[in-house]
């Protein structure tokens, strides 16, 4: 299973760190993904890492924002998110994910969300 946290309400122009552990398996073999979904919108993308973490990939609503890094030892996968914008309000969720030329996207393993909301 995979389990998102550090969720929260932080006004605009805050932080969190929202991090992604696993259980029952290692998510060393596995690229994992950052997702998220707002009330009445699709769930898009936000950010990707590779599964050695040498490769991250960033949604352009995020780039320069939000930083994907990893930690194999830890079995865990963390999302610093920065400079916070009241559209980055939204269920954030991890799962594993594919990597490919044309880009990448959920695999088959999702964790629960974790809510964020970014507020005044």
């Known amino acids: 299973q995979l389990q998102a946290s550090g969720g929260g309400l932080v006004q605009p122009g805050g932080s969190l760190r929202l991090s992604c552990t696993a259980s029952g398996f290692t998510l060393d073999y596995f690229a994992i993904g950052w997702f998220r979904q707002a009330p009445g919108k699709e769930r898009e993308g936000v950010s990707c890492i590779s599964s050695s973490g040498s490769s991250t990939y960033y949604a352009d609503s995020v780039k320069g924002r939000f930083t994907i890094s990893r930690d194999n030892a830890k079995n865990t996968v963390a999302l610093q998110m920065n400079s916070l914008k009241p559209e980055d309000t939204a269920v954030y969720y991890c799962?594993?994910?594919?990597?490919?030329?044309?880009?990448w996207g959920p695999g088959g393993y999702w964790g629960q969300g974790t809510q964020v909301t970014v507020s005044s």
């Open positions: 799962a594993t994910a594919w990597l490919g030329p044309m880009g």
